[in-house]
């Protein structure tokens, strides 16, 4: 069965300081891996994607990932984070062709002045 | 690219009222359509998804309903609310499978008073 946990419920950094997003999954199939961004009462952006291309993927907003397969982890970065970074963030796993989407249960991003 | 339109931006209504939330697609044809929650506090939990018209799957056992009566319209409802029935109700859709992104609506905001 898939799943994907997200390590940290919140995480909080100051303005200009590097950002990790840690999120592991597991699958028993070639997963496909999202990071997806929501702002209060929006729907949810895509920010990258992971489809077996290349291990690191650049997303929007100076946002990547890195898909390490020994490790089943996805974890997001960014260098400099951004006031308008502060929302929450969804790491997702589609297995496959699967029509089903798992989502992890999310990390809000505070970012301090 | 796909644009998802979600009406109405927020919604009030009382315990027992009947509900329809409506979603239409545009930029695409045939996707697979899908009905998420967002519980206060929560991750997104799958409702219902669509395949094709008139082909819908209950994720959940529950107080609502899913109809795609067109290609691209897909409708949430409820004859009687709950309280519980509260929270934030989001469409997406996707176009194919594989590594496919979803793409979401701005949802909609339902009080259930």
């Known amino acids: 069965a898939q799943s994907v946990t997200q390590l940290d419920s919140h995480v909080s950094v100051s303005e200009g300081t590097p950002v990790l997003l840690r999120c592991n999954y597991s699958?028993?199939?070639?997963?496909?891996l999202f990071w997806y961004v929501q702002h209060p009462n929006k729907g949810l952006q895509l920010l990258l994607k992971?489809?077996?291309?290349?291990?690191l993927v650049k997303g929007i907003n100076g946002f990547e990932a890195e898909f390490k397969k020994s490790e089943t982890s996805f974890h997001l970065t960014k260098p400099s984070a951004h006031m308008s970074d502060a929302a929450e963030y969804f790491c997702?796993?589609?297995?496959?062709?699967?029509?089903?989407?798992?989502f992890g249960s999310g990390t809000r991003l505070l970012v301090r002045p | 690219s796909q644009t998802i339109h979600q009406w109405p931006a927020t919604l009030v209504q009382p315990v027992g009222s009947p509900l329809s939330l409506e979603c239409t697609v545009e930029?695409?044809?045939?996707?697979?359509l899908y009905w998420y929650r967002q519980a206060a506090g929560r991750g997104l939990q799958l409702l219902f998804y669509?395949?094709?018209?008139?082909?819908i799957s209950s994720e959940v056992p529950q107080n609502l309903s899913a109809s795609r009566p067109q290609d691209r319209q897909f409708i949430l409802s409820s004859k009687k609310l709950l309280l519980s029935d509260s929270g934030f109700y989001l469409c997406?859709?996707?176009?194919?499978?594989?590594?496919?992104?979803?793409?979401f609506g701005n949802g909609t905001r339902l009080t259930v008073t």
């Open positions: 997702v796993v589609r297995r496959g062709s699967s029509y089903k989407l798992i």
């Open positions: 699958s028993s199939y070639s997963p496909s």
């Open positions: 992971y489809t077996s291309a290349a291990t």
């Open positions: 930029g695409t044809s045939n996707p697979n």
């Open positions: 669509s395949v094709g018209i008139g082909q």
């Open positions: 997406a859709c996707v176009n194919g499978q594989g590594d496919s992104p979803l793409h």
